[in-house]
């Protein structure tokens, strides 16, 4: 039985791209050959009152800086060496600078370190942080092979121990969806059946670049008159996004609906998903999208175009370039033949390479190596 610490600052909700992947992945280990525990900074409610994928540690550090801090840090290597953890598996930059110390110093075996995006975050200092963390480190795991380069140029760790495990998902709830659903979702949203839909799934913060979305999304109102657009997710910049949506003129067919759950049947009422990040490492929203046979149309960030093939499930545009991303989008809504032939191409991509089963044999053979 190999023992594995996973060590992560909290998860306030399973619905962020990283949490959602990670608890994938303590859900569906094989409990015969793997025994995890998700070691955590500090608790939540949504831990406290939901979590129950796999035994919890809560380290009790709310706060680097906290004078208590250097204290549990102790505790959680004497933790660590006590119960004699063969891996650490490291995750966000407070989770790494936390974990892959602390078990090193447990003499814990192997200590494996996460990237999940492309330093967006860094400042000088953090980069000299996570080199320093990186001569602690056995192997890093990105999820996608533009990260792998990224990591391998700027934080110079050796490609040869980088490995590359693409985000995955469990493909059978988008098979469940009907056009029922569909149809009662766009009801409830008060969007005609015919109307053309563009959504985006995204936390709203400054890296997700929402304005451009919505610039892209009044230049294909533009186009298409009864065209509506949906926003899911939240985060602090809510407010300013709708009124840039009412200076836009397109806020009476902009939907923000917010952190939400049911993703799968959400996707159903999307005729095009979007992704306008200015930085990713590998978007779970692109996955998402595929999965519900979404044609894409998202920015030229990380491993994108991993995912995302240039006329055949979507398109690729650059960053921070409304004008095309409202020319793409309008691409595909003009040209049905097109949309349903992209429609299966994002059915097949998912299937092919982003399977559930397929990411955990893949952590599996790791963990096991």
Known sequence: MIKIAFVINTIYSPTGGTEKQLLLLLENLDRNRFLPVLCVLSSSEWLEKEFDLCPLHVIGIDSLKHPGALARFWQFVRYLKGENFQIVHALFKDGMRIGIPAGRLAGVERIIAVRRSQGYWMSTFDLKVTRLLNRWVDLIIANSHNTRQWAAEVEGFPAERIEVIH????????SRITAGTRGDYRA????PASAPVVGIVANLRPVKAIDVFLRAASHVKSAFAGAHFIL???GDQEEGLKLLAEELGIADCTHFLGRRKDIHQILSVFDVGVLSSSSESFSNAIVEYL???LPVVCTDVGGAREAVQDGINGYVVPVNSPTELAQRISDILHNTEMLLSMKDAS????RDNFSLLSMITNYQTIYSR
């Open 167 to 174: 985000n995955g998902l469990d493909l059978e709830p988008f």
């Open 188 to 191: 409830v949203l008060s969007i």
């Open 232 to 234: 899911v997710g939240d």
């Open 291 to 293: 999965a519900a046979g």
């Open 347 to 350: 059915l097949n991509k998912a």
